[in-house]
């Protein structure tokens, strides 16, 4: 089957976000984002693509700052209500019913009963005619103890993340499950012996 270039979201899984912003003027936006990925291990950095006419953009540009929540997939409902297309000002909080979490270094609540969360800044914009490139930068990074171990590793499947895969028409929410094998990352290694499956070592139950 050959695909348009333009379908590529429909092959991707695509993780789903929320994105917290605060107006100049205080209004509080959640808005979902899926095209988010962080920048290269170990960089404390995180990249998110924006349509030029978005109130996340907005206020990043205006304050500087952004919150992203990582929330469950028993969030859907209102993820949805956020991803309506809302006045600026509009509070989304209020409107899907979701509770704000204070933030300990920005300005902007996370999403209480999320995952994780994760306070940035905004390091640089790279701007194109109808999107731009947001690179912020992590500057506080909390997660809730019930759903990763001591060193911060997601049990998935007990948290279960929220994440999505487009169709033509729609799209369904999804979440990520074990597949059945646990690697090392020195198995990338060229020439190194790959580790026996009695090795592997599964995210330890808190």
């Known amino acids: 089957m050959i695909l348009r270039p333009s379908q590529r979201e429909q092959v991707l899984p695509l993780p789903v976000a929320l994105i917290s912003t605060v ?6 936006n959640v808005a979902p984002w899926s095209n988010l990925t962080p920048i290269l291990r170990p960089l404390d950095e ?3 693509a924006s349509w030029i006419k978005r109130d996340t953009l907005d206020n990043i540009r205006a304050t500087g700052e952004f919150v992203v929540s990582i929330p469950t997939a028993s969030m859907v409902d209102e993820v949805m209500i956020c991803a309506r297309n ?3 000002d509009v509070d989304e909080f209020e409107e899907a019913g979701l509770a704000p979490r204070p933030s300990v ?3 902007p609540p996370g999403v209480k009963g999320c995952l994780a969360w994760m306070e940035c800044v905004l390091k640089e914009e790279i701007a194109r005619k109808n999107f731009s490139l947001v690179i912020g930068e992590v500057i506080h990074l909390e997660a809730d103890d019930r759903y990763f171990n001591d060193s911060g590793e997601m049990d998935f499947e007990r948290a279960q993340p929220l994440s999505v895969m487009l169709g033509r028409e729609g799209m369904w929410f999804t979440r990520p499950i074990r597949s059945g094998r646990f690697v090392h990352y020195v198995e990338m290694t060229a020439g190194r012996t790959p580790v026996h499956p009695d090795q592997n070592t599964p995210h330890s139950e808190r």
């Open 105 to 107: 270094k920005v300005r």
């Open 86 to 88: 809302y006045p600026p």
């Open 23 to 28: 107006s100049e003027g205080g209004v509080r």
């Open 46 to 48: 995180i990249v998110l």
